[in-house]
């Protein structure tokens, strides 16, 4: 549940994508959603970590690593947005709204994150536990129960080998910036296909974003799912 806020201001702002502001030249002076979406990431990450740690002291640091990556990847969040049914609450503009993205993942995810984000300034971190723990408690048996929490790279090789019988193929299509804050694009070919892209601070990163890409898609679009390129 979301809490109440002392400034409803920061609550109106969690929940306005820019596509919102793009469409409505009047709303002068607000602010999209995803500078406060930058903090409720760091804030998500830090609560995530220490609820674990707490929580589970036989696991060691892989293991915690790993667990937190599958609680606060864009899918897991994109849930927990739906169970707050932040989808209907959300300010987009008609474009955004058209091709779906109410119901699109990231979208919903980055909506969470900036929800709590907000929270923090608004109420600060006890509150941040209070609207985070309860879905870390509901979510992280599920995960270790179907081994959730494993690499995406390990768990895309395993499907696409038992379903396609290729191995996955990563390639490095852009690195850009400079040397010490370098940006790697890469993209993941299951066969002749390439089938999602994943950018990050690291070529290893990107290549866990796009394996986590394609299991999403793989699972939303199993017959379906067009390719990047073929």
Not at 26 to 35: F, K, L, P, V
Not at 44 to 55: P, Q, S, V
Not at 82 to 94: A, Q, T, V
Not at 164 to 180: E, F, M, Q
Request: net charge negative.
């Amino acid at each position: 549940m979301i809490p109440d806020f002392h400034d409803p201001s920061l609550l109106r702002r969690a929940l306005t994508h820019r596509s919102y502001l793009n469409e409505h030249l009047e709303a002068t002076g607000e602010q999209d959603n995803e500078r406060l979406e930058f903090l409720g990431d760091a804030v998500l990450d830090f609560i995530a970590g220490a609820w674990l740690f707490d929580r589970y002291p036989q696991l060691d640091e892989g293991k915690l690593t790993t667990l937190r990556a599958a609680l606060v990847r864009v899918a897991t969040l994109a849930e927990f947005a739906r169970k707050l049914g932040i989808s209907d609450r959300m300010r987009l503009g008609k474009g955004e709204i058209d091709t779906g993205g109410r119901n699109r993942s990231n979208i919903l995810g980055d909506a969470f994150e900036a929800i709590l984000g907000a929270i923090y300034i608004d109420r600060g971190i006890d509150a941040c536990r209070e609207f985070v723990i309860p879905f870390l408690e509901a979510e992280t048996p599920s995960i270790m129960q179907d081994n959730g929490d494993r690499d995406p790279k390990s768990k895309l090789q395993e499907w696409s080998q038992g379903a396609l019988n290729v191995t996955p193929r990563y390639k490095i299509v852009d690195a850009s910036g400079p040397d010490h804050a370098k940006i790697f694009t890469v993209e993941v070919w299951l066969g002749d296909t390439a089938f999602a892209q994943g950018i990050g601070p690291s070529r290893q990163m990107a290549e866990q974003i796009a394996a986590r890409e394609a299991l999403e898609r793989a699972v939303s679009h199993p017959a379906d799912a067009e390719p990047l390129s073929s």
